[in-house]
């Protein structure tokens, strides 16, 4: 059985900023988390836009794999999808603030302890999300891609407010996905670059210059 990390006074639960910036616990309402398996979802409201940003810290090796973390926002709930590598104690900790604050620093507004049981999911990292991903994008599907998995005919599911094209992109080759409502949708066949360990991103064309696609999500394939 993991030993149950000594942490500071004070360290778990809400700091200052929580209240202040609006924000306040959904999925869990204890900050000691014990999770029977290595896939869990905690979700916090919001009230107004912020960013956020996490940290996760596996207790027995001081290690941060906060690439197995994967943070966004829909209708003022704040999904972030943890996969915990082994089990163990971790440290989870939110960071967040105001979307029209300049601050380059973001403040810890929360911490959790995670007690993983059971490690019964092989994981694998999350897509890289770049800075305008970060200004209300959802992901439905893919969460993960990895050679192992099934590559064939990927099904790819997300918003991109004010985007007027989206494209997944795999060793040169383009991938156009089709706008249905406020989402993008669509499917690629990536079973060709198996092999290859390609960089597979997620870009989009906001106009004027319809050439013009920026990098949203990187996954990294292998």
């Known amino acids: 059985m993991a030993q149950k990390p000594e942490l500071p ?5 809400a700091q200052p900023k929580f209240a202040e910036l609006g924000l306040s616990e959904f999925s869990h309402t204890e900050n000691e988390i014990t999770a029977n ?3 869990l979802e905690i979700k916090i409201k919001c009230k107004d836009a912020l960013k956020v940003t996490h940290q996760l810290i596996d207790c027995r090796t001081d290690k941060e794999v906060s690439e197995f973390v994967f943070t966004q926002t829909l209708h003022g709930v704040i999904t972030f999808i943890i996969h915990l590598p082994e ?11 105001a979307a029209n604050d300049d601050s380059k620093s ?21 897509p890289k999300q770049y800075a305008q991903w970060k200004d209300g994008c959802f992901l439905h599907e893919p969460l993960v891609l990895h050679k192992e998995g099934p590559l064939k005919n990927v099904f790819w599911k997300l918003i991109i407010p004010g985007a007027i094209a989206v494209a997944v992109v795999c060793d040169g080759e383009w991938f156009q996905l089709d706008k249905k409502g406020n989402h993008f949708e669509g499917n ?19 106009g004027p210059d319809e050439s013009k696609f920026s990098t949203m999500l990187e996954y990294g394939f292998k």
């Open 9 to 13: 006074f004070g360290y778990l639960g």
């Open 37 to 39: 398996d290595n896939q």
């Open 87 to 97: 089990s163990g104690y971790y440290k989870f900790q939110v960071f967040a603030l």
């Open 106 to 126: 973001l403040p810890n507004v929360f911490n959790y302890l995670i007690n993983c049981v059971r490690a019964l999911h092989p994981v694998f990292p999350f």
């Open 188 to 206: 690629s066949n990536l079973d060709p670059f198996r092999a290859k360990n390609p960089k597979i991103t997620l870009n989009a064309c906001f």
